[in-house]
DNA sequence: ATCGTCGATTGGTTGCACCAATATTCACGC
DNA sequence: GCGTGAATATTGGTGCAACCAATCGACGAT
């Protein structure tokens, strides 16, 4: 059977190892660079398997929380990645003059973004942009249109190949998101954006970075012209 | 010995997975809902031990891209199949990038704000700036100097008047820290930082927008070169 | 046909052995 | 005494095999 009802969620044993780690760090006061115990000696303290406990460190890892360094040990890193994001995540509506701020970092930020991913964008992110444009072109209704719109942004992003800058436009566009506010909700606004994505990606696939941070430029430019 | 040069990142067994489920989603045209085959089989496919292939799964299990049941399989969870597609994209890449990954960033930010900041600073930003520089000339102390050389890059961007750009140079300064690496642990390195600062702040203080920029690209591109 | 039981499947956990990269020790030669 | 380099120990990385726990599925009793 299938039932949709999800389980009290049981903690897994890695679960468990990833907040003694995050509390011993608290406790100990361990800072940026300094080192863990040894996974076997952390497995007994913590009374699981060193899978387990490898578990919890890889999550860790990925995390941007610790680094791995055979031979050496798992090292305590600065701040994650999530605390690089705060900044954008935590003070969303603080009104129009935050709206500006963010697009000033638009401004600064896509157009890079966009001219490294003429350089680093492999085929199947150049693919997932064009079936993007596709699905914006056949798309009239408003919201819809926006969350496209998000899509291809972030897709573009995703596209240089770090992570970092990925989610960082990610946290741009969601804390960027007027509610309500309809910016595609006549033709006219909804043509530009479609040719202003269009002349991007063109610029992408033939690899001209130089095009494709002129073009983002422009296309952010007439974005910031129609919403202000 | 104490080194931070960072190792060609030799690539582990559970990205070298994660990479592979990524294909066979998108081979076999895999969406939300759908299952993974079980581990065992998987681990067999993938040439990889049933351990390395877990960390691989508890990781994308992490990201939100799957979801495990006992008993039951892996589910795919992701949202779409665009969320699925774009997440994966950038996972491929990991751990020791990290510190790549937001130098990367500051090379697209930095110079901006620097731009700005000789367009936008008022009186009281650039005698903050010279303040800072003063002090440095008078500082030997590695640990010291650290300090205020992200002091001078925060206080830059505080002259850009965006406070979102301000929040998101200091993270990113704080997240950057290199774990105990003394950067400023040789007169060379420091005489590099300074006349780097100088240069920077000599153009803001001349509102010349384009040489602010251009000297803290430079500047950035050597602090690179001394770090990895 | 329905329901319950029991076996098979699948993820969760553990233990151990061995490999690979790194750190440490120590003996040797100068 | 002091490098210096080889041997050794330490530490993370990987693989194998067994068993536990939740779930699924087939089969038989009713």
Chains 1, 2 share one sequence.
Do not use: C, W
């Not at 494709?212 to 910031?224: G, L, Q, S, T, W």
Request: glycine share 6%; charged share 30%; proline share 4%.
């Amino acid at each position: 059977m299938q039932d949709t009802a999800q389980k009290p969620a049981p903690e897994r044993a890695y679960e468990a190892v990833i907040a003694k780690i995050r509390v011993m760090i608290e406790e100990k006061n361990l800072g940026p660079g300094d080192t863990l115990p040894p996974e076997r000696q952390l497995a007994e303290i913590f009374n699981v398997s060193r899978h387990s406990l490898r578990e919890a460190i890889r999550v860790l890892q990925e995390k941007g929380v610790l680094a791995a360094r055979q031979g050496s040990g798992n090292y305590i890193q600065s701040a994650t990645r999530g605390d690089l994001m705060r900044t954008l995540a935590v003070t969303t509506n603080t009104g129009s003059r935050r709206a500006l701020e963010i697009f000033q970092l638009r401004e600064i930020l896509e157009p890079q973004l966009a001219a490294l991913a003429a350089e680093m964008g492999e085929p199947r992110h150049i693919e997932m942009l064009e079936a993007l444009l596709e699905k914006q072109g056949q798309t009239t209704d408003g919201i819809e249109l926006r969350k496209i719109d998000h899509e291809f942004h972030e897709t573009l992003a995703a596209a240089t190949g770090n992570a970092t800058l990925y989610e960082l436009a990610k946290n741009i566009n969601r804390s960027l998101l007027p509610p309500k506010t309809k910016i595609y909700d006549n033709r006219e606004r909804q043509v530009i954006s479609l040719e202003g994505h269009r002349k991007i990606l063109d610029a992408i696939k033939n690899k001209d970075v130089e095009g494709a941070k002129a073009e983002m430029r422009a296309h952010i430019a007439r974005v910031k012209s129609t919403v202000f």
